[in-house]
């Protein structure tokens, strides 16, 4: 939205002053909420050896593979999709809503929430722990790659997409439209700003704060995030001001 565009060939461009409004209408339009009316969608489709533990939500039109376990106080949104697999935890919640509002000048509601009509996707072999939040698309896809695992309490917002045989440990939180590659391993509470590329093969160390996109086969540490190697050093000597701070006063 707000931005120049080339009219693609055989489409056409709705020109609007209010273009956060146009969408949500659109959205309600031709993805309008369906209702759930019991535990398990008749829509659902579970694949062959899948263990579904009392407790668990699952809604309209998700695909599950085969041979998953779900856990107690699951819940899967509608349109989520699952591979083979996979072992998801007490209490995670799987494609809720995006976390994506805009704000609104001079109105009594100061922030419009954009509806969430994308979906998720969690691929084969991927461990999701207890109570951790994959939300889906605002109009896109949320992907968790094949092999990935995810510890307890862990968050990955909107459109994220996430690769193959990563390692993410309690309390990570990666905000919407990040892109991680392969490999790549961030120790607990690591948090990842928007709209990031974090390339393959990359390590950030614990309590870590990602403000800018990361090339791999490197280790990051530190708020903002550094080469870890650097902030080490930086740290040494931040240790040492006051013996510093002591030797420059006797000096004088």
Not at 69 to 75: A, F, K, R, S
Not at 132 to 145: E, F
Not at 156 to 174: E, M, P, R, S
Request: proline share 3%; charged share 20%; aromatic share 6%.
């Amino acid at each position: 939205m707000n931005k120049v565009v080339e009219c693609p060939a055989g489409k056409a461009l709705l020109i609007t002053k209010d273009p956060a409004s146009a969408y949500v209408k659109l959205v309600k339009h031709f993805c309008p909420f369906e209702a759930a009316t019991k535990m398990i969608s008749d829509s659902a489709t579970i694949g062959e050896g899948t263990v579904i533990q009392p407790g668990v939500f699952i809604g309209n039109h998700c695909v599950i593979g085969t041979n998953c376990v779900i856990h107690p106080g699951v819940v899967i949104y509608d349109g989520t999709t699952i591979g083979n697999n996979v072992n998801i935890q007490s209490n995670s919640v799987i494609g809720g809503d995006a976390f994506y509002f805009n704000k609104r000048e001079n109105e009594e509601l100061r922030y419009l929430k954009l509806e969430s009509c994308g979906t998720t996707i969690i691929e084969d072999d991927v461990e999701i722990g207890a109570c951790c939040t994959i939300d889906r698309g605002v109009s896109g896809i949320t992907i968790i790659g094949k092999g990935t695992k995810l510890d307890n309490f862990i968050h990955i917002g909107h459109g994220t997409i996430i690769g193959k045989n990563c390692l993410f440990a309690a309390q990570v939180g990666v905000a919407g439209k990040v892109t991680i590659g392969d490999n790549v391993l961030l120790y607990g509470q690591v948090g990842v700003s928007k709209d990031l590329t974090i390339e393959s093969n990359t390590v950030v160390l614990a309590k870590s704060g990602v403000g800018k996109s990361l090339p791999g086969g490197k280790v990051w540490f530190g708020i903002p995030v550094q080469d870890a190697k650097d902030k080490m050093e930086e740290l040494v000597w931040v240790k040492r001001i006051p013996e510093l701070w002591d030797k420059m006063k006797s000096d004088f």
